[in-house]
């Protein structure tokens, strides 16, 4: 199993209740995104560090798995958690004990970001992944990166888990979706959803 999907908090039985249960949830809302959304480095992403006017203090570091990075002058500095805006002011200050009013940026090149980051999919998925949310992410963007869904898979019986809001669930139609092509049953995904496809009952 890949480390990324070991992060799979709700037993299999809940899986089963909740298929068996989806079509007494709500259905999920359309639109969820936030145009406040602000990406949160984390363990496994890649980070471009550039000083300007300082090559000899830019450079590409990992975030390593405890959350932190090292990099010139400046060592063992926590990443995880912060936006890639925030992580340069932080860099700026550790700087500023050795170069006069540095500048930097921080871009992050490779993303994996922490499961708060991602949009897991589980169960009758054709690829069973985490993925990296990005802004206006969709279901159907979603299903398209995991290779749509099973035969076996009784997908408008899926379940939407939304962590944003204490992992309440919602119903979303993938056979509609993806079968029909009922765009009516495309919605708006949000960092920190699982999406939980059953197995059909024969």
Known sequence: MSPRLSFVVVPLAALVLAGCASSSLPPAPVKAASTSYQYQVGPGDQLEINVWRHPELSARVPVRPDGKVTSPLIEDLVAVGKSPAALAREIEQRLARYIREPSVTVLVTTFVGNSSEQVRVVGQAARPAALPYKQN?????????????????????????????????????????????????NVEVLPGDVIMIPEGLF
């Open 137 to 185: 992410m969709t279901l159907l963007d979603v299903m398209i990166a995991v290779g749509g869904i099973t035969e076996f898979a009784a997908g408008n019986r899926a379940v939407l888990i939304r962590q944003a809001e204490n992992n309440k669930q919602y119903s979303v139609r993938l056979k509609d979706l993806l079968k029909g092509g009922d765009v009516s049953a």
